[in-house]
């Protein structure tokens, strides 16, 4: 009996295996390693629990030991990533999510699929309930991942409907931390890189926009607690952290912690529905899952940064 993390080499997924693993848990982790990184589960490899196989899940699933839950978490997350990969991630929510939703219903197995804040758009409700039904471009510089996470959403629970399978769906708000790639673009890995090469750190406009930064360790809190409930079939949870700061505010955090010498610099507005304000409304995870975050942001900032340290000093060695 076994666990399926999907995308389980990216940065949230692979917390989730080791998660799993701690758990006692077998684990199959799949991947294609378009943005997932093997570097990010080297140590779990050796773990005879678990397994990773290179797997496009577009593809027909591969033979699999009898399966119990399914996380489907494979999908380019960062705008840098899915704007690259297009057409990788709208099949990888579209035609992925129908593969794994078709194997749990197969097999029994409970669904988890992780969705985003992004279907919120930028959004005219704040804070925002899994109720608000958002403000979100079709056709938009952001849509190849929006509606692909919106339509995995609804495909997930058609099959709740026509296959009765036992599925739940979170909505993933910001989240950081280590493994997370230095170069994917997002909000503190721009920040670190910059902060600690003392090159200008940039902020987008005015650095007014908000953001709500959660820790990656309560993020995966909240995904197994999603999937281990027996009274969340069929709900639809935000999993984020509820405190909302600027981006100026990160920018100047980052700074202090890193000791840079960096200079903030306010640039160009960032193009492409920049969401003005994000922040999650996580009442419903609190009453269903006892569950909010437990990690500040300084705690995690700073454990993000040595990880970052490691990361580029690496990185600075083999070039």
């Known amino acids: 009996m076994a666990d399926v993390v999907a995308g389980g080499a990216g940065f949230i997924g692979s917390h989730l295996c080791e998660r799993l693993l ?7 982790c799949l991947d294609n390693l378009v943005t997932g990184r093997a ?6 490899v050796g773990d005879p629990r678990f397994s990773f196989v290179h797997h496009d899940v577009t593809e027909e699933p591969p033979s699999l030991p ?42 029994g197995a409970r669904f ?12 005219l409700e704040h804070p925002q309930r899994e109720t608000y039904r958002g403000n979100v471009s079709s056709i938009g510089p952001r849509s190849m991942y929006d509606e692909a996470k919106r339509f995995g959403e609804a495909i997930t629970m058609a099959y709740r409907s026509s296959h009765s ?42 650095g007014k926009q908000t953001r709500s930064l959660c820790f990656v360790s309560d993020l995966v809190e909240g995904l197994v607690r999603l999937m281990e409930s027996d009274d969340a079939s069929g709900e639809v ?3 984020g952290n509820p405190a909302e700061h600027t981006i100026l505010e990160y920018a100047q955090v980052i ?14 507005q960032a193009v492409g529905d920049d969401p003005q304000r994000r922040r999650p409304d996580i009442t419903k995870a609190r009453d269903l899952l006892a569950w909010e975050p437990s990690i500040g942001l300084k705690d995690g900032l700073s454990r993000t940064i040595e990880y970052f340290r490691s990361e580029i000093s690496v990185q600075e060695a083999t070039a």
């Open 237 to 239: 949870i935000n999993l």
């Open 39 to 44: 570097s990010n589960i080297e140590s779990l």
């Open 165 to 206: 399978v036992d599925v739940r769906i979170a909505r993933i708000f910001n989240t950081y931390g280590p493994r997370s790639d230095p170069n994917d673009g997002r909000l503190v890995p721009n920040f670190l890189v910059q902060a600690l090469a003392n090159r200008p750190i940039t902020v987008y406009g005015d």
């Open 112 to 123: 988890l699929y992780a969705s985003t804040s992004e279907v919120y758009g930028d959004p």
């Open 255 to 268: 700074r202090e912690l890193t000791g840079s010498s960096s200079q903030i610099v306010f640039t160009s």
């Open 66 to 107: 009898q399966v119990m839950r399914i996380f489907h978490l494979a999908s380019p997350a960062s705008p840098v990533a899915y704007q690259r990969h297009p057409i990788q991630t709208l099949m990888a929510n579209s035609l992925g999510t129908l593969r794994l939703l078709d194997l749990a219903a197969k097999t």
């Open 22 to 28: 701690n758990m006692d848990r077998a684990v199959i």
